[in-house]
């Protein structure tokens, strides 16, 4: 006797079990491979199995042998041999435990024993036969997470528990076109993504249509299946969603679907190829029929011409064959149809539509998308320059020098002070001389000799000090010089534009220099006068997002004249520069900082004299100490502000 097995090996519903071997024995007996024996007559003692199938009685099966291994992944194996084709197993899964039961097999009394499989280090720990009415159980206790699966080949049923892990959807083809299918759909998985209920299904040379029943009952779906859907498939998926489960099946036979709603129609592709291609060969002929109609569009907001140009310049516009009822046309290329024409009148700013309604109406819809008013942005950037400047000098002179006069002390803002206030108590002296001439008292000069010059240049104040004594006078000057300085440059260009157009804004002046012209062929070198551009300049693009925030494309530019350098034919400008380039996303009114540039500067000077320098007090009156700290900060602001304009 022999028969087509499909079973199911299912780890979610108790049912399926069941309703696959139901749906097995109503194939089986459609297909007419399953012949039951007439009834036998009563007996009041049922003879007992015996396992030589010659000598079974017609129409019973028993469990011949039970068999465990344990497969190089870590999983159990458990392999039930059957003394003779027709056992119908089931597997479920009750707790911890997996049950296999096969009402219509008996099982021998050899067999009925416990098997402790617990050092084979599988999910599997104990086997447990026995007899459940008229047939066999058989109960696994596993240990842990575990996957089950089961298959029927020939007179073996066999059953796998393996440990559970991150990746447990898997599929495996029974057949060379189920494992191509597979192949396919695990490519593309890296694109599609796979939503349906797990599903697992175990089928041996099944017919498709029984396949794609099951998928209907687990996915809710309606499913129509074309009369030439035909042939049978083998494919084993343990976990997989029912949707993927679909297509592994539509791809292993050469099916397509299409889905409208909840029903989805099933059909091999050149079918569905065939009834989309007449359909649309339909609706081509039906629009060659149709009357054309024109209508006039008034653009309103933006130019005919731009509009002509884009929808023209589209790819397969209408226009590239002769348009007429008879003639032969391939449908719609492109915004129009075949016979479709598109004028634009630059005067009137006025687009002229021909072709049939569905196509003007459609056009006139994407016309009106395209022809509104566009927002406005309003731009405003503040560039601030802060400027900080500290400078300390402190300097010394001293210096000796001879005399004649009676010793004097002279204390004053400076020693050119004091030598003129001490010559001018000499010459006094001289004219108020108690000796009478011919021999008046002669006394020289002072003038400075100075030992050391440090002196602050243009200090801020000093003091001198002069001692006249014993005919020589001693000369200490004490200068200084502190400057702070505090500045701020704030500038505000502001500029308003449209969505996406440029606008540049610019403020300065223009300076000028010569340069000289060389001497060409014996002309003597002429003076020329350039001019450079010194401005605060402001470029920028906004494009308002869809959720409302401005997206800027800027460059902002601040240059100042810093002072002119001398040279042999004049003067020439030195500018100093700062600018930004940038693109930032912000907020409608936010204002951010788009640019920042921090200097300091501190510095320590000393100049002195050698070794007297380094005399203990004495030793200032022979150094100049100096101190500069600079500060300088550059702050770049924006502020974007958008102005919706409402269409009229």
Request: hydrophobic residues 40%.
């Amino acid at each position: 006797m022999t028969s087509n097995n499909a079973q199911s090996a299912r780890t979610a519903r108790p049912l399926i079990g069941a309703r696959l071997a139901g749906l097995a024995l109503g194939m089986l007996a459609a297909l007419g491979s399953v012949q039951a024996a007439p009834p036998a007559p009563a007996a009041p003692v049922a003879p007992a199995p015996s396992l030589d199938p010659a000598k079974q009685l017609p129409g019973t099966v028993s469990v011949a042998d039970i068999d465990f291994k344990r497969s190089e992944d870590g999983a159990g194996r458990l392999v039930v041999h059957f003394s003779g084709e027709g056992a119908m197993p089931d597997l479920r899964k009750t707790g911890s435990n997996v049950v296999v039961d096969i009402g219509n097999a008996q099982l021998p009394a050899n067999l009925r024993k416990t098997l402790d499989v617990s050092d084979f280090a599988t999910p599997v720990t104990r086997i447990d036969p026995r007899n459940s009415g008229a047939g066999t159980q058989l109960v696994l206790d596993t240990s842990g997470s575990f996957d089950s699966m089961a298959y029927q080949t020939g007179r073996d049923y066999i059953v796998e528990i393996s440990p559970k892990s991150a990746t447990s959807s898997r599929a495996i083809g029974g057949t060379a076109d189920v494992k191509a299918a597979a192949a396919q759909i695990t490519a593309a998985n890296a694109t599609t993504r796979y939503a349906g209920r797990p599903v697992t299904f175990n089928f041996q040379d099944v017919p498709v249509r029984t396949v794609l029943q099951l998928i209907a009952e687990d996915s809710g779906l309606n499913i129509v299946a074309s009369d030439t859907v035909q042939g049978n498939v083998t494919l084993r998926l343990i976990n997989v969603p029912w949707d993927q489960a679909l297509d592994i099946v539509l791809q292993a036979k050469g099916l397509d679907k299409r889905r409208s709603g909840n029903v989805v129609w099933i059909a091999p592709q050149a079918e569905i190829s065939k009834y989309e291609q007449d359909k649309e060969d339909a609706r081509i002929a039906i629009d060659n029929r149709t009357d054309l109609v024109t209508e006039y569009v008034q653009i309103n907001y933006h130019n005919a011409e731009a509009i002509f140009k884009a929808l023209t310049e589209a790819k397969g516009i209408g226009g590239g064959s002769s348009g007429g009822a008879g003639s032969s046309q391939t449908g719609d290329t492109g915004f129009l149809s075949a016979r479709g024409r598109l004028v634009a009148d630059e005067r009137t700013n006025t687009l002229m539509i021909s072709d049939i309604p569905k196509k003007v109406a459609a056009m006139k819809e994407l016309i009106r998308v395209i022809d509104r008013p566009v927002d406005q942005v309003v731009i405003e950037a503040r560039v601030v320059i802060a400027t900080d400047t500290f400078s300390r000098e402190l300097g010394a002179r001293f210096g000796v020098s001879g005399t004649t006069h009676n010793g004097n002390v002279g204390f004053n803002s400076s020693i050119d002070n004091n030598t003129k206030t001490q010559n001018s108590l000499i010459e006094a002296a001289n004219a108020n001389s108690a000796n009478p001439p011919p021999n008046p008292l002669k006394l020289g000069t002072i003038t400075k000799g100075l030992m050391s010059n440090l002196a602050v240049t243009n200090p801020a104040g000093s003091v001198a000090l002069s001692i006249l004594n014993a005919g020589y006078a001693l000369d200490a000057e004490l200068s200084a010089l502190q400057t702070e300085g505090r500045g701020e440059v704030i500038s505000n260009p502001r500029v308003v534009t449209s969505n996406q157009r440029e606008a540049v804004i610019t403020q300065g002046r223009e300076v000028g220099y010569v340069t000289i012209q060389p001497a060409v062929a014996g002309s003597p070198a002429t003076p020329n006068v350039q001019f450079k551009d010194v401005v605060l300049q402001m470029r920028v693009t906004p494009t308002i997002t869809n959720d409302g925030r401005v997206f800027l494309n800027m460059a902002v530019k601040k240059d100042e004249v810093e002072g002119f350098i001398d040279t042999s034919i004049g003067q020439v400008p030195q500018i100093s520069k700062r600018e930004v380039n940038t693109a930032v996303l912000v907020e409608d009114g936010q204002t951010v900082v788009i640019g920042g540039v921090y200097e300091f500067q501190d510095r320590k000077d000393v100049t002195k004299v050698p070794f007297l320098a380094d005399i203990p007090w004495l030793g200032n009156l022979f150094k100049k100490n100096g101190r500069t700290k600079d500060k300088a900060e550059l702050l770049i602001f924006v502020t974007p502000k958008v102005l919706h304009v409402a269409q009229r």
